[in-house]
């Protein structure tokens, strides 16, 4: 397991943060059985986004399920992914912080798939997939084609996880920065509006996303 620094920025906010696992674990069981139907569908903002691939999709559903009902998704696909991947060997008093902020956590709007977030995600996801490189060099400089519409902005990158669920789930319990939990905010933080996002090879770690967060 790595760690690279959180860089924080206020007016405009640059939230930055990085992830780490060399493991790809798959949930088994469909814990979204008892979900209300309309908050699923509301969830699936990237439904028919064609830019995007099913991993992506997966990826800005799950944060958006989080976001929208916090506690039931600790009672459901947390605990269903815990249950079924035990190799994630989180201490348990970590893993009791995270479900108890989840219980307490009041949702919050879903995110909307933004191209231009997508895009910048994209080449910066290839540069240090091909560079073989982590960390979020030159957010600034990348992400000033989209602050005339944000003013708040952030970042979550993700290296080993080649399914969207698995990258989800280490940002979200984020072992990289247990004192910061800079990954978690980003993905709960109510401010953020809209989301780009882009998986593509590493040329260390296999796999890496890249998250970009727009909002006010």
Request: hydrophobic share 35%.
């Amino acid at each position: 397991m790595k760690s690279i620094l959180v860089i924080v920025g206020i007016l405009p906010a640059f939230i930055l943060t990085g992830a780490f696992s060399n493991l790809s674990i798959q949930a088994n069981n469909n814990p979204l059985s008892g979900w209300d139907k309309n908050v699923l569908k509301q969830a699936n903002t990237a439904s028919g986004i064609t830019y995007l691939s099913e991993e992506e999709k997966k990826l800005i559903f799950y944060t958006n399920l989080c976001r929208l009902e916090p506690k039931l998704f600790s009672q459901t696909v947390l605990a269903d992914y815990l249950k079924n991947n035990p190799d994630q060997q989180v201490d348990q008093s970590f893993l009791n912080n995270l479900k108890n902020q989840l219980s307490t956590t009041k949702p919050c709007g879903v995110l909307i798939p933004d191209q231009q977030l997508s895009e910048i995600a994209k080449n910066f996801a290839k540069k240090m997939g091909e560079e073989g490189k982590i960390g979020h060099a030159d957010f600034q400089t990348r992400i000033k084609p989209v602050m005339d519409r944000y003013n708040r902005v952030g970042e979550n990158c993700d290296y080993g996880n080649a399914i969207g669920l698995d990258a989800f789930m280490h940002l979200l319990i984020d072992k990289s920065d247990p004192v910061n939990l800079g990954h978690r905010k980003n993905l709960l933080d109510p401010a953020f509006t809209a989301i780009g996002i882009s998986e593509q090879p590493h040329k260390k770690f296999q796999y890496n996303f890249v998250m970009d967060f727009g909002g006010q």
